[in-house]
């Protein structure tokens, strides 16, 4: 069966900083992968989605990048963390053609 | 632009008093509609969803949406909540091949 996994669950992280977020999906081969972030208010808001190794549309422009450097892993990542980044941070996978998304449990990001 | 509007920011109910929360959506076209919950502690999970055919629609746990396409909406409802029902509650929607886009999210707070 497919699995989805996303580390680490919670993270403290100075203004600043750098930041590195991983998600692996197993089970599967060539997934659409996906990274939300739920503010407070604001809702699920996509980041990025990916349909291919090396393949990154973003959706919202910021201080956040993504990449994928294997069929099945989503790395969510940023050079100098602002306060404006805290959040939930969820990714999200599906079988290409499908319509139903499968989600990670999640990172709580907060930036001090 | 596309977007997905939740009505109801935070609904307080009592046990056994039934919900109606709402959803619409501004879309041109064909749409996959689709209703996620996510329980205190707990990753995002699919509550039901909607392709094609009956517009009412039957998910787990005794929830029901109605996708009306005249008034571009389609509201959540269930006859007698739960103190277990206390959640947030997502509605999105997608199109054939495009990235799920979510409403702002309603916590539902039920009281025994």
């Known amino acids: 069966s497919q699995t989805i996994h996303q580390w680490p669950a919670t993270l403290v992280q100075p203004v600043g900083s750098p930041l590195s977020l991983e998600c692996t999906v197993e089970g599967t081969s060539n997934p659409n992968l996906y990274w939300y972030r739920q503010a407070a208010g604001r809702g699920l808001q996509l980041l990025f989605y990916?349909?291919?190794?090396?393949?990154i549309s973003s959706e919202v422009p910021q201080n956040l990048s993504a990449s994928r450097p294997q069929d099945r892993q989503f790395i969510l990542s940023s050079k100098k963390l602002l306060l404006s980044d805290s959040g939930f941070y969820l990714c999200?996978?599906?079988?290409?053609?499908?319509?139903?998304?499968?989600f990670g449990q999640g990172t709580r990001l907060t930036v001090v | 632009a596309q977007s997905v509007s939740q009505h109801n920011h935070h609904v307080i109910l009592s046990e056994a008093a039934s919900l109606e929360l709402g959803c619409n959506y501004s879309?041109?076209?064909?749409?996959?509609l689709f209703w996620y919950v996510q329980y205190p502690g707990q990753h995002l999970q699919l509550l039901l969803k909607?392709?094609?055919?009956?517009?009412l629609v039957k998910g787990i746990k005794g929830f029901e949406a109605e996708f009306i396409k005249s008034k571009f909406s389609f509201n959540l409802r269930k006859p007698s909540v739960q103190w277990s029902d206390t959640a947030e509650y997502f509605c999105a929607v997608n199109q054939a091949g495009t990235a799920l886009i979510f409403g702002k999210g309603t916590t539902l707070s039920v009281s025994s």
């Open positions: 990916s349909v291919g190794i090396g393949q």
């Open positions: 999200a996978w599906r079988t290409q053609g499908a319509t139903e998304a499968f």
């Open positions: 879309y041109g076209g064909t749409v996959n």
């Open positions: 909607y392709f094609s055919g009956d517009p």
